[in-house]
């Protein structure tokens, strides 16, 4: 696959139900369970307007706003993704999780809400086919695109790798297999809200003007691993030279210039806009995304991002998704009204 192709991840492989990158890809189609209603998921949230308490946003980080430089013009960057031109942004004070949501989260969330997940609604969801026992691997859907991701029957936030798998050892792992209406009715439950596109961007920089990761220009300063992403030969060689050949907890490595953990790599973060590649160098103010549109924006890259395919754990690289995808490697982290 061709990695500069708008949108085109290979991180994100979509359900199928709506127009870009997973139409563009060939997304594996499998039937929406009988009697679900796909996009209904946040339902079970609706209506509880006082936040869960402290306790789940107990890792809030307020942020002053004010005026950033957001997006790139780097030559390493993915132009035609929309990552420039530069523009000054300028927001209202916010704040945002230091980490993106625990499974340890996301399950108290759960058995408060009774919340059904769109994946347990669909029936299945994406797989990296290397973390497959080879009985599940074998015949499995594959975008054809993206081969390495299986479509897999009973796989969800629960099962984040199919039937017979579990949380065991990861509850401090960011929740994946989370859809964006999942993320949307957490962060209600929560009393917050998905972060805009340019609240993400400017939380990643972490105070830093025009740099290229979190922390600074270069991807391993000194040698030393900053993120979790992919060493090796991507999809057949993971060497995790980083420590790590799936996901890490929510805390692992140095945080940002903000004490924001984990804002490049682990796993792409749900944001609240829509997607368009459509920007100009105008000042904005707290922009939102566009109106209308199938696609909503996904953040950070992850565990599976390599500089060879998907250069994309860069602070202003961006892609998106239909809202109905979920992927073993795509979470959310919440952000709130100052
Ligand atoms: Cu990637």
Not at 37 to 55: C, L, S, V
Not at 155 to 169: Q, Y
Not at 305 to 329: E, I, K, L, M
């Amino acid at each position: 696959m061709n990695a500069t192709q708008p949108g085109a991840s290979c991180c994100a492989p979509g359900r199928g139900g709506g127009t870009g990158p997973a139409d563009g890809s060939g997304a594996v189609r499998l039937p929406p369970a009988p009697g679900t209603a796909p996009g209904g998921a946040d339902r079970a949230a609706d209506g509880r307007a006082a936040p869960a308490g402290g306790e789940s946003h107990g890792t809030l980080v307020p942020l002053p706003g004010g005026t950033f430089l957001m997006g790139t013009q780097d030559a390493e960057g993915f132009a035609e993704d929309g990552e420039g031109p530069v523009r000054p942004v300028t927001l209202r004070p916010f704040s945002i999780d230091a980490y993106a949501v625990s499974n340890e989260r996301f399950a108290r969330f759960v058995a408060d809400t009774g919340h059904v997940s769109e994946a347990e609604r669909f029936g299945w969801s994406f797989v990296f086919a290397g973390f497959l026992p080879a009985a599940l691997r074998r015949g499995a859907a594959r975008p054809p695109q993206a081969p390495w991701w299986c479509g897999v029957p009973g796989a969800s936030w629960r099962t984040p790798f199919g039937p017979g798998s579990g949380l065991d050892g990861l509850a401090d792992h960011p929740v994946a297999h989370v859809s964006w209406a999942d993320a949307a009715a957490y962060c209600r439950w929560a009393g917050g809200r998905l972060p805009t596109e340019a609240e993400w961007e400017y939380a990643a920089r972490g105070g830093l003007d025009q740099r290229r990761y979190p922390w600074g220009d270069e991807l391993t300063p000194g040698g030393e691993h900053r993120c979790n992403i992919w060493q090796g030969h991507f999809p057949t060689k993971n060497t995790a030279l980083d420590g790590y050949p799936g996901t890490a907890p929510v805390d692992a490595f140095a945080p940002n210039g903000f004490g924001l953990f984990n804002m490049a790599g682990n796993v792409w973060e749900w944001c609240a806009d829509r997607w368009t590649t459509d920007h100009t160098a105008r000042r904005r103010t707290d922009p939102a995304g566009p109106a209308s549109g199938a696609n909503r924006v996904m953040r950070g890259g992850s565990y599976l991002c390599h500089r060879s395919y998907c250069n994309r754990y860069r602070v202003a690289a961006r892609t998106s998704n239909t809202p109905d995808s979920t992927t073993g490697n795509l979470g959310f982290r919440c952000a709130r009204d100052a």
